[in-house]
Nanobody, 121 residues
Framework: QVQLVESGGGLVQAGGSLRLSCAAS????????MAWFRQAPGKERDFIGS?????DYADSVAGRFTISRDAAQNTVYLQMNTLKPEDTAVYYC?????????????????WGQGTQVTVSS
């Protein structure tokens, strides 16, 4: 079992930055694939990026968002820069007990509770 707890969401102006954290327990973050997804009201849950043996990013965030992990803290981070109003959503971290990430949310077994990110124009 893997437990995930996100933090760091909030309200930010367009062009600003936020860093989300996802603290994991039950497995070490270096041995599993972790990912971030987001879901805006009335929309599907969209892939943002994943980290495993490599990193992978959706085109919509590539160059603005960065995923990293800290083994000592057993935490994965999502650094978000140059935020846009269209980045407003609930952000979720997810984990799957393999060494490769995926863009398909259905392949992730564990999810955090989500954290709201609101970007004002």
């Amino acid at each position: 079992q893997v437990q995930l707890v996100e933090s760091g969401g909030g309200l930010v102006q367009a062009g600003g930055s936020l860093r989300l954290s996802c603290a994991a327990s039950g497995r070490t973050v270096r041995t599993i694939a972790m990912a971030w997804f987001r879901q805006a009201p009335g929309k599907e849950r969209d892939f943002i990026g994943s980290i495993s043996w490599n990193t992978d990013y959706a085109d919509s965030v590539a160059g603005r968002f960065t995923i990293s992990r800290d083994a000592a803290q057993n935490t994965v981070y999502l650094q978000m820069n140059t935020l846009k109003p269209e980045d407003t959503a609930v952000y979720y971290c997810a984990a799957r007990e393999t060494c490769s990430g995926s863009r398909n949310p259905n392949l992730y077994s564990y999810w955090g509770q989500g954290t709201q990110v609101t970007v004002s124009s």
